[in-house]
């Protein structure tokens, strides 16, 4: 699910190509730190995963299905890849019904319930990022940011002004090589999430939190859609031309 890239503006509102390429040195850090658990098989596609690729769902005791994405519910797990698709063809094969070998409740909004759930997990985490003093707002601020510290992540609201983004990347790209940039929230989610105002521009220092927001984002990313069309990579719109 994630590539690095340069590639120019797909002109989409909201949806600009956000990753550069070093984008890739903090994923393979934390992936490499997550890959202490043994990889899972996809129930829908069969094909197997490191758990920080996937959702995790377990039943209720009355038989429904329950996403997992903090990976606390007790019970046992059954995994599908973090990809809309993932969900949907598990969906139409009965996977889950096959995987708990039983009757099972299932409800046909699940891809966008697991949204909601990713989405309100990486708001929790840039709220966290925010009180642990990891976390700048404003453009001015992240600028600085840049210029005087190792930033983890870029974030910028998925209406950001493209100017206002590409000064910032390349200043990332000049100032520490280049970071992964996140535009998958509104100017709404990220302002609340931080605690301020019309948030359009931000950054997360490195650290725990920062980790764990690069690999929830990840995932997020396979279910959000932008104008009808998925986002990956951080909020790249796929198919944009």
């Known amino acids: 699910m994630l590539t690095a890239t340069s590639a120019p503006s797909s002109g989409v509102r909201g949806c600009e190509p956000a990753m550069t390429a070093p984008a890739t040195r903090i994923r393979n850090a934390t992936t490499t730190a997550a890959s202490g658990s043994r990889q899972r098989r996809c129930i829908a596609s069969g094909r197997r995963f490191d758990p ?3 959702v995790r769902f377990v039943l209720s005791p009355d038989g429904a299905v329950l996403a997992d994405v903090g990976g606390r519910l007790p019970g046992r797990g059954m995994w599908l890849e973090a990809r809309r698709e993932a969900v949907e063809l598990a969906l139409s094969k009965q996977s889950f019904a096959r995987a708990a070998k039983r ?3 299932v409800e046909p909004d699940l891809a966008d319930r697991v949204e909601g759930l990713l989405a309100g997990r990486c708001l929790e985490g840039l709220g966290l990022a925010r009180r642990a003093g990891q976390a700048v707002t404003g453009f001015e601020r992240v600028r600085v940011a840049l210029q005087t510290s190792e930033v983890a992540i870029l974030l910028a609201a998925a209406d950001a002004a ?18 992964p940039e996140v535009a998958l929230f509104s100017r709404s989610e990220l302002s609340l999430a931080l ?10 220092l490195p650290g725990g939190l920062a980790d764990r927001l690069a690999l929830d984002v990840d ?7 932008w104008d009808g069309r998925m986002c990956n990579d951080f909020g790249t719109q796929s198919g944009a031309q």
């Not at 493209?162 to 280049?178: F, P, Q, S, V």
């Open 195 to 204: 605690g301020r105002e019309n948030v359009v521009h931000a950054a997360l």
């Open 162 to 179: 493209a100017d206002g983004r590409r000064k910032l990347t390349a200043l990332a790209r000049a100032m520490i090589g280049g970071c």
């Open 103 to 105: 009757q099972v409740q």
């Open 219 to 225: 995932r997020l990313a396979g279910f959000r859609l």
């Open 52 to 54: 920080a690729q996937l």
